[in-house]
């Protein structure tokens, strides 16, 4: 069935270091494909989205393309801050369904 | 900012008891959801409702549980007679429309049972 493998956290970086989460995925079919982030004590947040094949989605300074040839999506992120901090969610949708399909969460830890 | 909000925030229980987890959605939505999930684990979809039924639902969604919208603002997951393992955080979402973009989800529930 679909699916959704992202890397296994924790991950510690410094403040103002590049981040990547990789994230790859399976389906039958063309998913939108989707990070979502859980600060402490919050719900989950959707970060960014791609509908296609080359899309690029950004918001807050997170980039991430999803990539057909690879069924990847890997999270980027030039500089990252303290506030950063959070659980990190890949996930795809595909259209026949109306569910969202996660990975299991990477947690992300910024030092100062 | 409206929000998804859910209670208790954390429950603890004995196998075997019936526990209600409570969600309030975002009071203009129509779609509702539950996802769970167990430590270590992938969030994972139970169940997903409209017009005060369910339109889809997992194979982890079994005779154990249930849902229900009893008074217009509140949405409930019900499990009958809890499992060690249903230990999970449980989240409930609420969207206006059908799809994932606009699911607004809630800060969880961490079920416990022993």
Known sequence: ?112 | EPEVTQTPSHQVTQMGQEVILRCVPISNHLYFYWYRQILGQKVEFLVSFYNNEISEKSEIFDDQFSVERPDGSNFTLKIRSTKLEDSAMYFCASSAVQGPYEQYFGPGTRLTVT
């Open chain 1, 1 to 112: 069935g679909d699916s959704v493998t992202q890397m296994e956290g924790p991950v510690t970086l410094s403040e103002e270091a590049f981040l990547t989460i990789n994230c790859t995925y399976t389906a039958t079919g063309y998913p939108s494909l989707f990070w979502y982030v859980q600060y402490p004590g919050e719900g989950l947040q959707l970060l960014l989205k791609a509908t296609k094949a080359d899309d690029k989605g950004s918001n807050k300074g997170f980039e991430a393309t999803y990539r057909k040839e690879t069924t990847s999506f890997h999270l980027e992120k030039g500089s990252v801050q303290v506030s950063d901090s959070a659980v990190y969610f890949c996930a795809l949708f595909m259209n026949r369904d109306d569910k969202i399909i996660f990975g299991k969460g990477t947690r992300l830890h910024i030092l100062p």
